[in-house]
């Protein structure tokens, strides 16, 4: 028999006893909604962290640290790599050469330091740090009251809403535009050869000869005023309140930072390396596309620096949300396993019902897997119609889903997300997975319908 | 071959010294016990006998819907009982039509539908399945209820579908099984009138099974009769 008859003569059976076999195929949709529902509300958790995750915009950044210094996040990773003493310092050299890396957009030093705010003769104090320009495409930056930076030079100053109140409790959003003054500690090099040199003891001064240029052979700090002008109010911490970065209250490009030269605790770190030229304790390097990441960070790795992405965080993540989907599916499963139960019985009742039919249609001609194939067909039928009102059913669930998580986070007064999402490899595959397992389902009726014998199926009664 | 057979052309169906046989508790039900019978192409042979005498068991055997327990049933110089299942399937579906006492329509189906069954199985195209099956339904009379259901005839008009459907793969050999047995004696009477015509017009071998003699003496060149599962004696009409 050829296929569209086969389909043609299955749809025409079922429909012989529509309520029974509607019933078993809303039981089949019943099961395929939960699987659906259930993996549909694993997909939509992922990704829920995965936005909040790429929405910090730590995705596409690698940190670099050398690993003269401390020890890594990874024992293992610290273990395999060579001995620390031996290892390149993060110095400018180090800096272009990253900068130069396929992919990378940015490379900045992590600026932080103390400082205060000068404002109607009381004092603020809040920790400032530098942001890069890119800092601008972080979410933190929707919401951003007044203006980004101009240039990731100039004498500008966003300040995280909180601390623009204390400033200025009334009305926080007049302060953009003023200019405030901030008092900090700028890092002064001293040069060996410098008359305000300290006293050293020993010859110990002299052997250090590799800082002839001078510049870290160490420093004193002196206390300094700069003018900024506010040009924004920002609401939350960029990154997330993930990066040293964010962790600030005064807000200032990277480059003006750097440019005033403010002396940061690390500072100390660096003035003991005795190497020549200025050091750095981390390099914060950016890729162009998350997806590059791991080959940038590839590449430092190679250049002898320690690396931290992410990414490596998000690899455990990922397992975490595999197994979760597992259990979901499982459980998802479950429903769809008595779906096949009713399966089964439907069919099985039908080969009892149909016993003279499957005799008669022996007597003139079919052959016994024609008759398996069209029971075959009638279960696969079932299971296709079912999948199809299991997909529309789960996807009623998972709007239900949605909109009450939006109702509930609305009154916690959190932003809508959705929780629940179906993409459409899941459509395809439910529908797919509900025909395989309603022909499995189909196996045992339909060899039962084709031994059946046509002499005693045909006897006159 | 077999060297005693007389005849130029080849028999159509030949029986030799067949049994089968039904285990049955502890004992065994010989149901057709060793028969042997020769049928010419074109003839139309009535079985008869008593109810038990194994002449149903023989038409099935003939149809290929059941096995021999020894010996060999062969039809159009094939022997039936070394075919495969498959085999047996397609030689229902090509070689023979059958009739039966209860119709055996399918009761959700339009006689149309009926009717085109067999060429499904058979795979015949569906133009041509339209065509021969108006053509089998114009044969038997029914070329206008086409679209009626089995349930809004009468017991002779179903059979008629019956016909039809049997008819429907252009057979060589049809088995009727009682297919008077529900109808009235004029309705009968047409069918058996039908069949034998059909069979003239088209050259069929016909075997039928039935228990009414007056019947097989109007209709059939030769009455077979059985009991208790052998042959007990022939008789052919002019």
């Known amino acids: 028999m050829t296929g569209y008859d086969l389909l043609e003569l299955a749809v025409r059976n079922l429909r012989q006893s529509k309520l029974r076999n509607g019933l078993t195929t809303v039981g089949i949709s019943v ?8 993996l549909s509300l694993g997909v ?69 330091v103390m400082g205060e705010i000068v404002s109607g003769g009381e004092t603020h104090f809040g920790f400032v740090t530098g942001l890069p320009m890119s800092a601008r495409e972080n979410e933190a930056f929707d919401t951003l009251t007044g203006k980004f930076f101009s240039s990731d030079n100039a004498d500008e100053a966003i300040l995280l809403q909180d601390f623009a109140k204390e400033l200025n409790p009334k009305n926080p959003s007049e302060l953009i535009g003023r200019e405030i003054s901030l008092r900090y500690g700028e890092r002064q090099a001293l040069s060996q050869d410098s008359g305000d040199r300290p006293q050293a003891l020993g010859g110990e001064t002299n052997s250090s000869g590799g800082a002839a240029n001078g510049d870290d052979f160490g420093f004193s700090v002196v206390r300094r005023v700069q003018k900024l002008r506010v040009v924004g109010l920002v609401d939350s911490e960029p ?61 430092i790795n190679q250049m002898g620096y320690r690396t931290f992405s992410v990414l490596d965080a998000t690899k455990s993540l990922r397992r975490f949300f595999t197994v979760l989907d597992l259990f979901l599916g499982i459980f998802g499963s479950l429903a769809l396993a008595v779906a096949t139960l009713a399966i089964i019985n439907t069919l099985v009742m039908a080969v009892l019902e149909r016993r003279r039919e499957i005799g008669v249609m022996k007597a003139i001609g079919a052959s016994d897997s024609d008759v398996k194939k069209l029971f075959f067909t009638e279960a696969g039928a079932m ?19 949605n909109i009450g998580t939006g109702i509930y986070l609305k009154q916690h007064q959190l932003p809508p997300e959705p929780v629940w999402i179906m993409p459409v490899w899941l459509i395809g595959a439910a529908i797919a997975f509900s025909i395989v397992v309603s022909l499995l389902a189909g196996l045992y009726p339909a060899s039962r319908a084709a031994k059946l014998d046509p002499v005693q199926t045909l006897k006159y009664e | 071959m077999n060297s005693s057979a007389a005849f130029k052309t080849p028999q159509a169906v030949r029986v030799e010294n067949v049994t089968r046989h039904y285990p049955m508790g502890e004992g065994l039900i010989r149901a057709v016990d060793g028969i042997s019978l020769a049928i010419e192409p074109g003839e139309f042979v009535a079985l008869l006998g008593q109810s038990g005498s194994g002449k149903s068991t023989l038409l099935n055997l003939l149809a290929g819907l059941d096995r021999p327990t020894s010996g060999s049933v062969v039809v159009h110089g094939r022997d039936l009982a070394k075919m495969s299942s498959e085999e047996l399937a397609r030689y229902r579906r090509n070689d023979v039509g059958m009739v039966f006492q209860a119709f055996h329509l399918i009761p959700s189906m339009t006689i149309t539908e009926n009717v085109e069954l067999p060429m499904r199985f058979a795979e015949v195209e ?55 047995g529900n109808l009235d004696s004029r309705t009968g009477e047409d069918i058996l009138n039908l069949i034998r015509d059909i069979s003239l017009s088209l050259g069929m071998t016909v075997v039928m099974v039935t228990h009414e003699r007056a019947l097989a003496e109007r209709f059939a060149q030769r009455l077979v009769f059985l009991a208790d599962g052998k042959l007990v004696s022939e008789e052919v009409r002019a």
Do not use: C, W
């Open chain 1, 31 to 38: 099961g395929v909604a939960s699987l659906v529902a259930m």
């Open chain 2, 126 to 180: 569906r133009t041509e399945r339209a065509q021969r099956s108006r053509e089998s339904l114009e044969r038997v009379g029914l070329g206008k209820r086409m679209e009626h259901r089995p349930s809004q005839l009468s017991g002779g008009e179903q059979q008629r579908v019956s016909l039809a459907r049997a008819l429907a793969n252009r057979p060589a050999l049809l088995l009727a099984d009682e297919p008077t």
């Open chain 1, 239 to 299: 990154y997330g309140g993930m990066r040293t970065v964010s962790r600030g209250r005064i807000f200032l490009p990277v480059g003006t930072t750097e440019r005033l030269n403010m002396a940061q605790f690390t500072d100390m770190r660096s003035s003991l390396r005795g190497a020549s030229g200025k050091t750095y304790m981390t390099l914060t390097v950016r890729v162009k596309d998350p997806a590059k990441v791991s080959a940038v960070q590839d590449a």
């Open chain 1, 383 to 401: 299971g296709f119609f079912g999948g199809l009102l299991g997909i529309a059913l789960g996807f009623a669930i998972g709007k239900a889903i």
């Open chain 1, 44 to 112: 939509g958790l992922q990704q829920l962290a995965t936005r909040r995750l790429a929405g910090s915009g730590m995705f596409d950044t690698v940190f670099v640290t050398s690993r003269q210094d401390f020890r890594g996040f990874d024992k293992e990773d610290d273990q395999k790599a060579p001995q620390p003493e031996k290892s390149p310092v993060l110095d400018e050299a180090a800096r272009v050469k990253m900068s130069q890396l396929k992919n990378v957009t940015e490379v900045e030093p992590e600026i932080r």
